[in-house]
């Protein structure tokens, strides 16, 4: 059974450098799937923030692109989020799932995990 | 533009059944959606995909009630037998080869 696990520090500072891990458990993430972040700001709807393949490929959203990295870390199962000059209106649980089969055209997110709240403040 | 739009609320009573509607932007009609449900307090649960034909595929455990259909540009999600955990938020969610797009939600309460 795949699941997977968001950790990081639940508070960041204004203009600093926002660092989350998707721990996965049950399935290799290097083979086959796109795995990605999604973040839900209080009170509000659900934002892609991108999406990653173990080879290194990326997506991101438009919006957060020049802020945002995914990378993956093969040896530890686990994918990593890094997102630059946070402000409040960063505050969101954000949340990593597994999407779509590499080359399948079906790229919705199948399982996702709980999430961990991330608070901007100084 | 890929946007998804849903209406923000729906309601229906217990036992009875709902149908959600998620409408593709122009352009986008050959698109499938899937419906992700997120009850209070939780995270969101992957429900179905639903394709353009209308032919859909559930996720592991998510009951016969849950159903899915298609017509034109709209993506629906059929809840029957309502039941109160049903009270919830669900998002459709398309994509493109290099983008990934949630609609705003709607919010169906059981009365």
């Known amino acids: 059974q795949v699941q997977l696990h968001e950790s990081g520090p639940g508070l960041v500072k204004p203009s600093e450098t926002l660092s989350l891990t998707c721990t996965v458990s049950?399935?290799?993430?290097?083979?086959?799937?796109?795995w990605g972040w999604i973040r839900q700001p209080p009170g509000k709807g659900l934002e892609w923030i991108g999406s990653m393949y173990h080879s290194g490929s990326t997506y991101y959203s438009p919006s957060l692109r020049s802020r945002v990295t995914i990378l993956v870390a093969t040896s530890k199962n686990q994918f990593s989020l890094k997102l630059s000059s946070v402000t409040a209106a960063d505050t969101a649980v954000y949340y990593c799932?597994?999407?779509?089969?590499?080359?399948?055209?079906?790229?919705?997110?199948?399982?996702w995990g709980k999430g961990t709240t991330v608070t901007v403040s100084s | 533009q890929l946007v998804l739009t849903q209406s923000p609320s729906a309601s229906a009573s217990l036992g009875a059944s709902v149908k959600l509607t998620c409408t593709l932007s122009s352009g986008h009609n050959s698109y499938a959606i899937a419906w992700h449900q997120q009850q209070p307090e939780k995270g969101p649960r992957y429900l179905m995909k639903v394709n353009s034909d209308g032919s859909h595929t559930k996720g592991d455990g998510i009951p016969d009630r849950f159903s899915g259909s298609s017509s034109g540009a709209e993506r629906y999600l059929t809840i029957s037998s309502l039941q109160s955990e049903d009270e919830a938020d669900y998002y459709c969610?398309?994509?493109?080869?290099?983008?990934?797009?949630f609609g705003g939600g709607t919010k169906l309460t059981v009365l």
């Open positions: 049950g399935y290799s993430i290097s083979t086959s799937y796109y």
């Open positions: 799932a597994r999407e779509g089969l590499y080359d399948s055209g079906n790229y919705y997110m199948d399982v």
């Open positions: 969610q398309t994509w493109g080869t290099a983008v990934r797009v």
